[in-house]
């Protein structure tokens, strides 16, 4: 009796143990589900293992991308990327938010390739209503080629933050009330594609990409979407993980988020439009005047 007795118990800790590892699957993304596969033929872009792995590719003849299937007002949005590793010079890897159409809003991320050993540079913008102008660049504290790291955008009526491994490396305010454009009302996508950029990518198009190294392939693994989505056939959106006052939705920095932000800012930013007035002959952009 002891026997059958720990056997149903062993057997009753088996279901709960997998129904665990069930719901956890399936509130994080799957490649197969949650994207479409929008340039590069010949199997430049691939699924593997089950839908938990993706891969872009660039040769001499065409880059490759992806699309989510699901169109999103604010969200927070986690994937983790590999970038080309090795000599990914000219290469731009862009992982980013977009609407469709024109006049887009738009939340970048581009990984400007660098020669072996040398730094990658993160290129940031935000487009609202078609306008961007937006740079700020970063170098990165660790190489972003040798290992998978997350990449998150958190994008509510608030502020949008570009994190990295949930470190806040920017962040663009709601100023609505100071007259400065933000996106809160278009539909958007996430979007990645991996292409040739050599005429300025890499120390402002110097360094051309060496085509003997090709393909150059970027890998993407862990993609997960607290967001609000919208449902074309109802007409409305579902927002995951709710819009209680502690989650994503409400989310605003704190003071442990604004401390890294600073350290990030002081240590690895290389370039940012608000410290280049010449850009600006008509003065900075309003949103400046944050200091961020
Ligand atoms: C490439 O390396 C150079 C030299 O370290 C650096 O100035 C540059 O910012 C790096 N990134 C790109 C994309 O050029």
């Known amino acids: 009796m002891a026997g059958a007795a720990s056997f149903t118990t062993t057997t009753l800790l088996f279901v709960l143990l997998s129904q665990t590892a069930f719901t956890a699957a399936a509130s994080i993304g799957n490649f197969l589900r949650d994207f479409d596969i929008t340039w590069g033929n010949n199997g430049r872009a691939k699924i593997m293992n089950d839908g938990n792995l993706l891969q872009l590719s660039l040769d001499q003849k065409s880059g ?3 699309q989510s299937k699901n169109q999103y007002l604010f969200g927070k949005i986690d994937m983790k ?25 738009e939340i970048d991320f581009e990984f400007l390739g660098n020669l072996s050993g040398q730094p990658y540079t993160l290129h940031t913008n935000v487009f609202t209503r078609g306008k961007g102008n937006r740079e700020q660049q970063f170098h990165l504290w660790f190489d972003p080629a040798a290992d998978f790291h997350t990449y998150s955008i958190l994008w509510n009526p ?37 292409w040739n950029a050599d005429e300025w990518a890499t120390r402002g198009g110097l360094v051309k990409t060496d085509w003997s190294k090709a ?19 109802a007409g409305s959106s579902t927002c995951a993980n709710g819009r209680s006052s502690n989650g994503w939705f409400g989310e605003e920095m704190d003071a442990t988020g604004l401390q890294r932000l600073k350290w990030v800012r002081k240590n690895y930013m290389v370039y940012n439009y608000c410290t280049d007035p010449k850009r600006f002959p008509h003065g900075l952009p309003p949103e400046c005047s944050t200091g961020f």
Not at 82 to 105: C, H, I, R, W
Not at 168 to 188: A, C, H, Q, T
Request: proline letters at 7%; charged letters at 15%.
């Open 64 to 66: 490759s991308g992806f």
């Open 215 to 233: 393909p150059f392939v970027a890998s993407y693994s862990g993609f997960n979407a607290d967001a609000c989505v919208w449902h074309p056939a």
């Open 158 to 194: 608030q502020q949008i933050v570009w994190s990295v491994d949930g470190v806040p490396i920017r962040v663009f305010d709601n100023l609505e009330k100071r007259g400065v454009l933000y996106p809160n009302s278009r539909l958007m996508r996430v979007y990645s594609s991996l």
């Open 81 to 105: 990327m590999k970038l080309v590793p090795g000599n990914s010079a000219g290469t731009v890897t862009a992982y980013y938010l977009s609407s469709q159409g024109p006049e887009q809003d």
